[in-house]
């Protein structure tokens, strides 16, 4: 138990499906992030929110819709995906000092898109 | 941006074995995290490394800043230790988000 929860752990959608990934954190933190995990790839960047505020898009296809609507929830809303939008999803948190943070990771919600 | 290269991508022990897995970065970091990766895919923080030497049971790690590396030890491996290791940094401008290695992935047979 990190102090981040994902919710559903297991998605699988069609292709003209609406569907939103939620995550929240219990740890206080005021900085949340999802990252993307695909087979054989290294994690990757999506989005990063620091106090409520988008600061980083990391090149994301507008498909994936963020959403923080505090510093505890973050969500992802997809819409239209793609089979290769595949993936291990995972939001993280921390909080953000002077100097480098550590960061929590969620337990990850896995996507299938058919 | 920063690169992150961590090496061997692969790695088999047998229980009880010692291991070194290594992680090289091309800027100079502010952060520097080792995480592992389990088989349903949640990541645990193992170490937030960002220079010196940390030790946790049967892991260490030392990071080397001037030099842009960082070593992750595991002694006498257990078949638990088995998954994905990842290093992962953030650099010194400000940017507030890890970039993350490829990883290395560990087998330890019984």
């Known amino acids: 138990e990190t102090g981040v929860t994902q919710t559903p752990r297991h998605l699988v959608m069609g292709m003209t499906n609406k569907k939103s990934l939620k995550c929240e954190q219990h740890l206080g933190h005021n900085a949340m992030y999802w990252y993307k995990q695909s087979a054989k790839k290294p994690l990757e960047l999506m989005f990063v929110?620091?106090?409520?505020?988008?600061?980083e898009n990391n090149s994301v296809p507008s498909r994936f819709s963020p959403e923080c609507p505090n510093s505890s929830h973050l969500f992802l809303h997809l819409h239209t995906l793609q089979p290769e939008d595949s993936a291990l999803y995972l939001c993280?948190?921390?909080?953000?000092?002077?100097?480098?943070?550590?960061?929590?990771f969620g337990e990850g919600s896995w996507l299938t898109v058919v | 941006g920063i690169q992150v290269e961590q090496s061997p991508p692969d790695l088999i022990l047998q229980e009880g074995a010692n291991s070194t897995l290594r992680c090289n970065f091309s800027d100079s970091v502010n952060n520097l995290q080792w995480f592992h990766q389990n088989p349903w895919g949640q990541l645990i923080n193992l170490f937030y490394i960002p220079s010196g030497t940390k030790q946790n049971g049967r892991l260490s790690a030392t990071t080397v800043a001037t030099e842009r590396y960082s070593l992750l030890y595991i002694s006498s491996s257990q078949t638990t230790d088995s998954g994905v290791y990842f290093c992962a940094v953030e650099q010194d401008t400000g940017r507030r988000a890890l970039t993350f290695g490829s990883g290395t992935r560990l087998q330890v047979q019984p």
């Open positions: 929110y620091n106090f409520k505020e988008q600061t």
């Open positions: 993280a948190s921390s909080q953000v000092t002077g100097a480098g943070n550590t960061i929590y």
